[in-house]
């Protein structure tokens, strides 16, 4: 479209449970209104249902691209002290495939126009000319972020589901949550073996015409550390974040 625009959003950054998802979503200028006219907001402002409604009217008037990071990776870049790296990397291969003229982001750098300056550093020579507006809260203050944010966190929340399946409910999978972190210790002190069915696969989540696997096959690990290998080198539990300094000291400690 010649007037396409769009909006970025991430969900699970500071989880340690499940992967991270960033969301684009475009849609022409025209028709932004119509998002507006749906009530689309912040995905951290709507209860569940709500955002599995709009997930759908969203799904029907704008054209989206999912891109996936499973814990490995995010860990991989967490020890590399690159957390931003991958994030502006995941949203300019995410807008790589909607090739709007102007991307709306939320920007996870303490400085918005060095993010919007470190995605287009990334982006495919073709989309050089793609204009990057970065800004704090930009989910809560701009309707296209934020229709990006409640694809980024159902896309998610379905993933981490499947790991609920298995092993019960532990919470909101974020450090802050004590339930998440009972069953952390639960899973390390009891014995209990990963489901071989791969609760953690990004297959598991909602279907995109457009669904990117993040993989760390092109960084330097300079400083990685694998904490999450076992003594036969295979990882213990692919849906947890050992990069999280907590898990590694329950480790250190077993």
């Not at 960033?22 to 749906?38: F, K, P």
């Not at 991958?86 to 982001?105: D, H, N, Q, T, W």
Request: hydrophobic residues 40%; contains cysteine.
């Amino acid at each position: 479209m010649l007037n396409r625009i769009a909006g970025v959003d991430e969900a699970g950054r500071g989880a340690v449970i499940g992967p991270l998802v960033v969301a684009a979503v475009a849609i022409d200028a025209s028709s932004v209104d119509r998002l507006i006219e749906l009530g689309v907001k912040d995905s951290k402002m709507l209860d569940r249902r709500s955002r599995m409604i709009l997930y759908s009217k969203i799904l029907e008037l704008c054209s989206t691209a999912v891109c996936i990071a499973e814990p490995r990776v995010i860990d991989a870049y967490v020890y590399e002290h690159a957390l931003n790296v991958l994030e502006a990397r995941m949203f300019a291969i995410a807008l790589s495939k909607l090739k709007p003229l102007l991307a709306y982001v939320d920007a996870c750098d303490t400085k918005p126009e060095r993010f919007s300056a470190m995605i287009a550093r990334m982006l495919d020579d073709e989309d050089i000319g793609m204009m990057i507006s970065a800004a704090h809260k930009a989910d809560r203050d701009n309707v296209l972020v934020g229709a990006a944010s409640i694809v980024a966190k159902v896309t998610r929340d379905s993933v981490v589901d499947g790991v609920k399946r298995r092993y019960g409910d532990f919470g909101s999978g974020y450090p802050s949550d004590g339930r998440t972190r009972r069953f952390i210790r639960y899973l390390f002190t009891s014995g209990v073996a990963e489901d071989e069915s791969g609760t953690s696969d990004s297959s598991r989540s909602k279907s995109h015409s457009n669904l990117i696997s993040i993989d760390v096959s092109d960084i330097k690990l300079h400083h990685f550390h694998d904490d999450s290998m076992d003594d036969n080198g295979s990882s213990r539990f692919s849906f947890i974040r050992y990069s999280w300094k907590p898990i590694r000291s329950l480790l250190a400690s077993i």
